[in-house]
């Protein structure tokens, strides 16, 4: 095959490459997937105008794009007896019934066509379409490469491996797993080693990451790629280490710690809802913690060039591919922005009379994808775990209403502060009288971990200066509240507590600057491979070498997290003092 031949199939096929991720949850044909109800009305609009496009537009034939069109109707709950659904379904079935999947031709779109019939079958029927989804994951397996990639049906050699394509026939592969048909696990533990091999130095992906002997720019890392790139990892992690998020290491606690780190950094998103099929046993291990690393850096490098991604080839396909992949992290933000939002204003700015997005019929079941956050079919919502330390209300909960001014605590009762409205809160912490601030700092973390975290919108200068208030105690809570707002401009705040007096404020400041960035390994400095420790070393003692540990922590983190800040902050404070040369 001609690299213009292999051109021709990428640039048709890459648009849609990410949005086979939506189809793992078996859905019956009497139970269709509804539109969320709450989109807003001009998103539920754009999303009918782009369904009578695709029905009024395509044939639909039995190739892959005609699997992907149906996949997208039926996943935003046209119902799976349309005839042009069934029509698909029917042509599916007859490419496969014929004997093994591409015994007797090679499908036109090879691994993306496979993984999109895959995801069809799966998605409308899979107790009746087992066997022919065993037939699709037959042939995906057998196209996987020695260095775990997959590429073009062309005879590869040693180094080929395309990043959409390997993404697409995972995606294809986890519609089959979660149809409660085996996969072989050493796939999945190949796939993962060659995404963490590929992964270049900037943290992003290449489209042909190890093959110079094309086009130049293939080996180059791209926006669409890193997106690729990052959601397979996110994928993978779960696939191959089960839904159940791995705790994180608690570091050893800094001195004086009376109430406690409020709340560590947990990784966010690795809540997908259970598979009732195991994967088959494999040889090849993986380790978690290089893919946690791996993934850390990947998704600070698509954080960096977001929305940059719509200004290049593909922009459609890049932001399913963030869309999926912030779902399956866990998070609302890349960067500061706000993704969904980008990304409707994008897709409804682009969306055409007729209803399409300028560029093709995949293209516009991807933007349907996109626009109704497919991927939360697949995930559970997630469950944020408490890290909980001595000043977190461990006792009272689940007790009855009237029962709710009491805290229990070993065999005991206490009078304990109700909660109330975030703002009612932070006024009786600037000035605590009657009730202790362990107290306070419980109620203010309980309602806004557990009930109003939106209620830190518009007290972020109250915020502000509480992180400057002479209490220790006080400046701790603030640092907590302000990493939990989401709001990026507020990074420079808890970078300046880092110098904080207090270690465990310091701590507090470091642990809230890994939950606002979605880093929760540490920051990487720049030029570095492995994060920084998030916790500040022990200065319990007087000990010159201890002390002198705690000043190098401070001065290498504060670095870092200076140096991600100016890649990541908002546009409006590019121009500032902090871009002038140090003399």
């Not at 026939?169 to 050493?186: E, F, K, M, Q, Y």
Request: charged share 25%; glycine share 8%.
């Amino acid at each position: 095959m001609t690299s213009a031949t292999r051109a021709a199939i990428a640039g048709r096929w890459l648009a849609a490459a990410a949005v086979c991720v939506a189809v793992a949850l078996p859905v019956r044909a009497q139970e269709p997937l509804k539109v969320p109800e709450e989109l807003a009305p001009n998103v539920k609009e754009a999303i009918e105008r782009a369904k009578r496009h695709i029905l009024g537009s395509y044939v639909f034939n039995g190739g892959g794009e005609g699997s992907l069109s149906a996949y997208a109707l039926a996943k935003v709950g046209m119902p799976i007896e349309t005839p042009a659904i069934q029509t698909q379904i029917r042509r599916v079935q007859e490419k496969i019934d014929g004997g093994a999947y591409g015994s007797n031709r090679e499908p036109s779109y090879h691994v993306y066509e496979a993984a999109c019939d895959a995801m069809l079958l799966a998605d409308t029927d899979p107790e009746g379409n087992a066997g022919r989804l065993e037939a699709l994951r037959d042939y995906l397996v057998r196209k996987q490469l020695a260095n775990g990639g997959w590429y073009y049906p062309a005879v590869p050699g040693p180094n080929s491996g395309d990043t959409s394509i390997t993404q697409f026939a995972l995606l294809g592969l986890w519609a089959v797993h979660r149809s409660n048909i085996p996969v072989p696990r050493d796939t999945f533990a190949k796939a993962a080693r060659w995404f963490i091999e590929s992964q270049r130095n900037d943290g992003g992906f290449a489209y042909h990451p190890f093959d110079a002997s094309g086009n130049p720019e293939d080996v180059m890392t791209t926006e669409s790629m890193t997106a690729a790139g990052c959601g397979s990892l996110a994928l993978l992690r779960m696939l191959l280490d089960g839904p159940q998020a791995r705790p994180q290491e608690t570091p050893a606690a800094p001195p004086r710690r009376k109430f406690g780190v409020l709340e560590q950094a947990v990784v966010e998103g690795d809540k997908p809802e259970k598979s009732a099929t195991k994967l088959a046993a494999g040889t090849i291990s993986v380790s978690r913690d290089v893919i946690d690393r791996t993934l850390t850096r990947a998704e600070t490098r698509l954080a960096a060039g977001f929305p940059d991604g719509t200004k290049r080839k593909f922009p459609i396909y890049f932001l399913y591919a963030c869309e999926r992949t912030a779902t399956l992290l866990g998070t609302e933000t890349l960067g500061p922005h706000r993704w969904y939002d980008a990304g409707v204003e994008f897709l409804l700015a682009r969306q055409q009379a007729g209803g399409d997005f300028g560029s093709g019929v995949p293209d516009t079941a991807f933007a349907i994808l996109f626009l109704s956050r497919a991927t939360r079919t697949l995930v559970k919502p997630i469950i944020r775990e408490k890290m909980v330390g001595g000043g977190l209300l461990v006792g009272g909960r689940g007790l009855p209403d009237e029962l709710d001014q009491v805290d229990v605590r070993k065999g005991g009762a206490k009078k304990r502060l109700k909660k109330g409205p975030v703002d009612d809160l932070l006024g009786q912490l600037e000035q605590p009288q009657e009730i202790s601030l362990p107290t306070i700092q419980e109620a203010i973390v309980e309602s806004v971990s557990l009930e109003n975290p939106e209620e830190l919108v518009g007290q972020l200068d109250r915020l502000r200066r509480l992180a400057e208030h002479p209490k220790a105690e006080v400046r701790q809570v603030a640092v907590w509240a302000i990493a939990r707002s989401g709001d990026y401009r507020m990074a420079p705040v808890l970078i300046a507590r880092l110098s904080d007096p207090d270690p465990v404020v310091a701590w507090e400041a470091s642990l809230g600057l890994c939950v606002l960035s979605h880093m929760p390994l540490g920051v990487v400095p720049p030029n570095g491979k492995e994060p920084l420790p998030i916790a500040p070393p022990d200065v319990s003692s007087d000990d010159p070498a201890a002390r002198a540990a705690y000043r190098q922590w401070h001065d290498q983190v504060k670095a870092a997290w200076d140096a991600w800040y100016l890649r990541v902050r908002p546009y409006d404070e590019r121009d500032d003092r902090r871009q002038l040369p140090r003399k």
